[in-house]
């Protein structure tokens, strides 16, 4: 019992010693453009958890909502003149409605059938954005200025953008926390654990999966507007297969089922890329690949995943 | 000679060259079938080896003067070696897991084929001259047909004939099958299984990679040539339903077909018109066209 609670004890502890480091990062002289970066797709990796870490649907389309959300929001801002707030809000319900279609055609099928849907649905989302006249072509969408958020604050300072994204990031970890320990979470884990059971037991298994796939499509939109936002573009790369990939690669890396093994997943996919890119070149896209292989071969829990059982094995034995 | 207002000439040359696309998607949907049948492993590598066979009859030519004829076994042959050496290094450590894992691991082993491509000859395209003996082009009367075009769609239906033939209507194919079914009950009749497996994927890889070297003179070889036709094919294999070998012959014909028709009647949907069926196909019989599985 006692060890028990030092555990939750140790996991509390850690989650504030990162959030005290993420408070203070631009303070310390960590690049905020850098860590914002690692943000979004930190976020994006949780909304992409949400799925199959706690629901146990592999969706390989996720690019699509991150994608094409990062687009609605930079061309209302760009060429609307949209307020920043807005424009987000609306790249995330677009991401939500484009979910929703995803969800209705894809969750007919289960398992690696879904995984191809997705990945075939959003693929054809990626030739949209590639002819569509809004989205600028190969080009994608260049220089979209950051603006005023509510009228008040000046997003255009690093420093203000910084919390800004932060503030939006812990909420949005707490909200999928609370989603996950929810009594809807708890149907959705057993929907992950045992499907014909949730069936058997009345439970409207397709529904939750419709509204899980929703709520996560939703986040990852979220995820791919204020990325725009950040970065000041948005282009192909981000509603390419690839990055679909990429997503997956965070959350494995990291502890898929973990609640913040996608961050760490996130932080070390986004650090490698960033540090590796001018250095090595096409190895980039090797290591990452090597990186798969490996976890999919020797560790599939993850890191996060893999330091949980330590821990718990540690405690069994105590 | 018009068709609905499109001359009839640029009709049937839109129609020839869907037929062409739809030629090498059978023959990679076909190989994913076989692999899925009997590993139950989605093979996102598909792409790649399909990028690896076409470079390699290009470096055979380039660099050994190894003309066409030859690197069209070649270069299945040692892909097909690659593919063995990935099954026994790689797959078979994941035999019995969620078939999640393997299309995961596949995705990882494409990303390393592509890098390494990428890193040596980059993005730009090579190009593969058609081979001497299918230079030129037929005049049929009513339209002129290239020679290496039709060579390629004989091909692609002697290969994908000749597979059905062997897993429908040989012993061997009788083995695979039964092992699809069963693989403890085979191995209890004597049959050696994972030797079986194992060829079965070293042969997906040389049919993805025989895909490649007659796509070479078509189009320009580049590392990133697979990974885009590879989605394309999952969009064939989820119409046809993935069980059936004929399934996947018949839906990557006929889905080339239709692209071939809608790049005459509307070119920008040309590219999301397979996806555009697969969606119709799958609100209508969720299993595919020709899938048994519920």
């Not at chain 1, 969706?59 to 994608?67: K, N």
């Not at chain 1, 894809?106 to 990626?126: E, H, K, S």
């Not at chain 2, 190894?66 to 790689?90: D, H, K, M, Q, S």
């Not at chain 2, 081979?131 to 030129?136: I, K, S, T």
Request: with cysteine; net charge neutral.
């Amino acid at each position: 019992m006692s060890m028990s609670t030092n555990h939750t004890k140790l996991i509390r502890a850690t989650y504030i010693g990162i959030l005290v480091l993420a408070l203070v990062a631009p303070l310390i002289g960590l690049y905020p453009v850098f860590v914002m970066k690692l943000l979004c797709f930190a976020l994006f990796a949780c909304a992409f958890n949400l799925l199959l870490g706690f629901t146990g649907l592999l969706s390989f389309g996720h690019a699509a909502f991150f994608g094409f959300a990062a687009y609605v929001t930079g061309y209302f801002i760009k060429s609307q003149g949209w307020s920043p707030e807005i424009a987000i809000l609306a790249g995330t319900l677009v991401a939500a409605f484009i979910g929703l279609v995803f969800g209705l055609i894809a969750i007919r099928r289960q398992g690696i059938y879904f995984a191809m849907i997705t990945l075939a649905l959003a693929q054809m989302v990626y030739f949209i954005c590639l002819q569509a006249p809004f989205t600028g072509g190969e080009d994608g969408l260049q220089g979209v200025p950051r603006g005023k958020l509510l009228g008040l604050l000046d997003l255009s300072s690093d420093t203000t953008m910084y919390y800004v994204i932060l503030a939006i990031f812990v909420a949005c970890f707490l909200g999928i926390a609370r989603i996950v320990t929810s009594p809807f979470g708890q149907v959705l884990k057993m929907i992950r654990e045992n499907e014909p059971r949730a069936v058997s037991l009345g439970y409207e298994v397709d529904r939750y999966k419709l509204v899980a796939f929703v709520l996560s499509a939703a986040l990852a939109g979220l995820a791919g507007s204020l990325k725009t936002l950040v970065m000041g573009f948005a282009t192909l790369t981000d509603v390419h297969w690839s990055m679909s990939g990429e997503v997956i690669l965070m959350s494995l890396l990291g502890g898929v089922g973990t609640f913040f093994g996608p961050v760490f997943g996130a932080g070390i996919v986004i650090a490698l890329q960033d540090l590796l890119a001018d250095k090595v070149g096409a190895w980039v896209t090797v290591i990452i690949g090597a990186i798969f292989v490996v976890c999919v071969l020797a560790f599939r829990k993850g890191v996060v995943g893999e330091v949980h059982a330590w821990l718990e094995r540690r405690r069994a034995r105590a | 000679m018009e068709i609905f207002g499109i001359p009839l000439q640029a009709f049937l040359g839109q129609l020839v060259l869907g037929l062409v696309n739809g030629a090498f998607y059978a023959m990679l949907s076909l190989g994913l079938a076989v692999i899925f049948g009997l590993l139950d492993i989605v093979n996102f590598a598909h792409g790649a080896l399909y990028m690896v066979g076409a470079f390699a009859a290009w470096i055979m030519l380039d660099k050994f003067g190894i003309n066409f004829w030859f690197a069209l076994v070649l270069a299945p042959l040692l892909v097909g070696v690659l593919g063995v050496v990935i099954e026994r290094t790689f797959l078979k450590r994941l035999y019995g897991l969620d078939p999640l894992y393997g299309l995961l691991l596949t995705f990882g082993l494409s990303l390393i084929l592509e890098g390494i491509f990428r890193d040596q000859y980059g993005v730009s395209g090579q190009s593969y001259p058609v081979p001497e003996l299918l230079e030129g082009a037929t005049n049929l009367g009513f339209m002129i047909l290239p020679n290496y075009r039709a060579f390629v769609v004989l091909a692609s239906l002697v290969v994908c004939l000749g597979t059905w033939f062997l897993i429908e209507r040989t012993r061997l194919g009788a083995y695979l099958r039964a092992g699809t079914e069963n693989a403890k009950l085979v191995q209890a009749f004597g049959v050696n299984v994972p030797l079986m497996v194992m060829l079965t994927y070293g042969a997906g890889a040389a049919l993805a990679a025989m895909a490649g070297v007659l796509a070479a003179p078509i189009i320009q070889v580049t590392p990133l040539m697979g990974s885009n036709l590879i989605i394309v094919v999952f969009a064939v294999v989820v119409i046809g339903g993935m069980g059936s070998i004929l399934g996947s012959v018949v839906t990557g014909l006929v889905l080339g077909l239709i692209e071939g028709m809608t790049r005459v009647f509307y070119p920008e949907a040309s590219s999301v018109v397979v996806f555009v069926v697969m969606v119709i196909v799958l609100i209508i019989r969720p299993a595919g066209l020709f899938g048994k599985e519920a």
